[in-house]
């Protein structure tokens, strides 16, 4: 039997967004992401560091293939669901933050990743995304999020413990 998502868990077009100000001021919306969001979304991931990539994807992908691209924006809101914050550019925006989870097959708990634009990290974007993230878990009835990072990943070490999660060491890698 497949588990039907209710109502309440999808949302659909009245999914939340959240107007959000950051520590210096600087103001995002955070909002699902769709495939309208494509393009942005390409630009975003090739604008990262090599490490904020290398954090996040656990890997290198410099330049993110369409078929990635539209994995990561073509998005169900049953088993996955992805925010974006978008801050306003010309006449248009760019993302400057993610935010997703996928649910795993328990269906009562779910993975999770964040990643912020380099120049905006350290301003309380991660914490928000994330925050928004787990807003929508809890109202869908998940028991928890988890994160598999890089030992030398601090950055998500400090989010993680400053959103209340515990962190401990894969005891099958030995890095
Ligand atoms: C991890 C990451 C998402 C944090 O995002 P962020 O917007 O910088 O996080 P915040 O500004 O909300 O900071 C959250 C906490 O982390 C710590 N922190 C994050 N960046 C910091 C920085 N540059 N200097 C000092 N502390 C920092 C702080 O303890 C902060 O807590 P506080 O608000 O009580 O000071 C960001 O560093 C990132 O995108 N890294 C690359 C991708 C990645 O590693 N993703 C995680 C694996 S999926």
Same mark, same amino acid.
């Given at each position: 039997?497949?588990?039907?998502?209710?109502?309440?868990?999808?949302?659909?077009?009245?999914?939340? @967004?959240?107007? #959000?100000?950051?520590?210096?001021?600087?103001? $995002?919306?955070?909002?699902? !992401?769709? *495939?309208?969001? +494509?393009?942005?979304?390409?630009?975003?991931?090739?604008?990262?560091?090599?490490?904020?990539?290398?954090?996040?994807?656990?890997?290198?992908?410099?330049?993110?293939?369409?078929?990635?691209? @539209?994995?990561? #924006?073509?998005?169900?809101?049953?088993?996955? $669901?992805?925010?974006?914050? !978008?801050? *306003?550019?010309? +006449?248009?925006?760019?993302?400057?933050?993610?935010?997703?989870?996928?649910?795993?097959?328990?269906?009562?708990?779910?993975?999770?990743?964040?990643?912020?634009?380099?120049?905006?990290?350290?301003?309380?974007?991660?914490?928000?995304?994330?925050?928004?993230?787990?807003?929508?878990?809890?109202?869908?009835?998940?028991?928890?999020?988890?994160?598999?990072?890089?030992?030398?990943?601090?950055?998500?070490?400090?989010?993680?413990?400053?959103?209340?999660?515990?962190?401990?060491?894969?005891?099958?890698?030995?890095?």
């Amino acid at each position: 039997m497949t588990d039907k998502p209710s109502h309440a868990a999808y949302l659909g077009p009245d999914y939340p @967004h959240w107007n #959000t100000t950051l520590s210096d001021g600087s103001e $995002v919306l955070i909002r699902p !992401i769709g *495939p309208q969001d +494509a393009a942005a979304e390409k630009a975003f991931i090739e604008s990262l560091s090599p490490q904020s990539r290398r954090n996040r994807f656990l890997g290198q992908i410099a330049h993110p293939s369409d078929e990635f691209i @539209h994995q990561l #924006t073509d998005i169900d809101y049953i088993n996955d $669901v992805a925010l974006v914050a !978008i801050a *306003p550019e010309g +006449a248009g925006y760019r993302i400057v933050g993610v935010s997703r989870y996928a649910i795993d097959s328990s269906r009562k708990d779910c993975e999770c990743a964040v990643v912020v634009a380099d120049k905006w990290q350290g301003k309380g974007l991660g914490t928000a995304l994330m925050e928004c993230l787990k807003t929508l878990a809890t109202e869908r009835g998940l028991l928890s999020m988890r994160s598999v990072d890089l030992a030398e990943n601090w950055e998500m070490r400090d989010l993680a413990s400053a959103l209340g999660f515990h962190s401990s060491p894969d005891p099958s890698d030995p890095h």
